[in-house]
Structure formats: structure tokens, C-alpha cells
């Protein structure tokens, strides 16, 4: 039997996460003076597996609020020093459909943008990210124990802003989710760095209690990561 929990995330509780998807229904198009770029930020109803700890999907109306609120930028590669455009300056619009968060905006007339248009145009930047928070989640855990598999659905986020990117941020999901257990556990998943073999005299000891050293720190080292892990998921972030 599944196990359903729905949470709002406090304050205290919140991380900033990317999360990214390939450029999807991307347009390209100069009108004028305008250099225009259109497409999706975000896709819904899209399982993606998080560096094989749990399975996250965008729900429907995840950004309607925050894309009301807020003053959402385009920068590229989640690079604030090379905005590209800004809702409060009326060239990013940003609105929810039926298949997740649309943009369009009209680049800024600066170099890095000139760059973007012309990178997204040729199609050697094929990927958009997009930096938020997490407001209100749904996790459901299906199986128990070492079988236990764990979903996150995303009902609400605080959307900070959207980023054409070379490789869509989901690649990087893994070092994301361990970059948040350091931070949280630091002496947990931190521990002492594995002995190597060089840095062993050889005349203290022999070639197989060298070899056991290693072994025997690498499970504890596992031992840590996963424990980290497992606290990571109680706190359904």
C-alpha cells in the first residue's frame, strides 16, 4: 500500500533546487530590432528520475502563483552578471498551459544576448533550466525497507527564474541532491577520505592489509552516504 504524505515546506525547510528539460516548441525569431525567443521552461506530468534516489514530477499549477508574484528573470546559465530579460521590464512573459510553463522573451540588446540568440537559434544551446523553491510537495512511497522506491510531485514552487542552458539541469540532479545532504548532514556525509594505496608505507604494511584499509573505509563511507540519504528523504523536502 502506497504511503501518501502532502507537506507544505517551511521557511527553515527550503532549498534552492535547478531542474531543467530540453528545449521543447523553441522559436527563434527577429522582428525588427527584437530578437524574440520562445518555448518551455518546465514540462508537466513528466516523471524524471533524481540521481536514482526518487522520482519527481511537475503537477499542474505548480507555477501559477509565483509567476504572479514575483519578478521572474532569464539569465543565461543561471548566471545573474548576464541577465537577458526581466518581467518587471515587460520583456519575459511567463504563463502556465496545459503542458507546463511557457516564455517568451524579448532578449535585451547587450552581447551575451546577441550570443544566446544566436546560440538557441542554431541549436547549439538545446536545453532550458529554471532555479526555484519548494513550497508544497506531495511524496508517496511505494515498498519498504532496501525495495522502498519514493516520489515527489511538485504542487507549488516559487519560481526565481528561467536559464537557456547547454545541458538541461536534470543531468546534474545527482551532485544537486548531494550538494543538499552536505549542507544538512555535514558530519554525516562527510566523512574522512579514503586512504590511497601511495599514501600507505609499504614497509608498515603488506599489499592485502593495504588493500582491507581501503575496503573497509569505503563501506563506512557508503554506510554514511546512505544513512545521509535516508534522512534526506524523512524530511520530504
Known amino acids: 500500500m502506497p504511503q501518501i504524505q502532502k507537506k507544505k515546506v517551511s521557511l527553515s525547510e527550503r532549498i534552492e533546487f535547478c531542474r531543467g528539460f530540453p528545449l521543447i516548441e523553441c522559436r527563434a525569431e527577429q522582428t525588427g530590432t527584437d530578437k524574440i525567443i520562445t518555448g518551455y521552461a ?14 519527481e514530477t511537475i503537477r499542474r499549477g ?15 546559465a543561471h548566471d545573474t552578471n548576464f541577465p537577458l530579460a526581466r518581467r518587471s521590464s515587460e520583456n519575459l512573459k ?52 532496501d525495495n522502498a522506491k519514493f516520489f515527489r510531485d511538485l504542487l ?48 608498515d604494511h603488506s599489499e592485502a592489509e593495504i588493500e582491507e584499509k581501503i575496503r573497509q573505509e569505503s563501506i563506512q563511507r557508503n554506510a554514511k552516504f546512505r544513512e545521509a540519504q535516508l534522512r534526506f528523504l524523512e524530511l520530504k523536502l
Open 156 to 203: 507549488e514552487v516559487k519560481l526565481w527564474e528561467i536559464s537557456p542552458v547547454v545541458w538541461p539541469a536534470f543531468d546534474d540532479t545527482s551532485v544537486d541532491a548531494r550538494s543538499i545532504l552536505a549542507a544538512k548532514f555535514p558530519k554525516i556525509f562527510t566523512p574522512e577520505p579514503i586512504t590511497k594505496p601511495d599514501e600507505v608505507h609499504s614497509a
Open 42 to 55: 518546465a514540462v508537466f506530468d513528466s516523471p524524471t528520475d533524481i540521481g536514482g534516489w526518487f522520482t
Open 94 to 145: 511567463l504563463r502556465e498551459d496545459e503542458k507546463g510553463l511557457w516564455f517568451e522573451a524579448r532578449l535585451n540588446n547587450t552581447s551575451w544576448a546577441n550570443d544566446a540568440y544566436e546560440a538557441i537559434k542554431n541549436r547549439d544551446v538545446q536545453g532550458m533550466s529554471f532555479g526555484f523553491e519548494v513550497l508544497q510537495v506531495l511524496w508517496r512511497q511505494e515498498g519498504e525497507g
Open 62 to 76: 505548480a507555477f501559477k502563483k509565483t509567476i504572479t508574484e514575483f519578478d521572474q528573470m532569464m539569465l543565461w
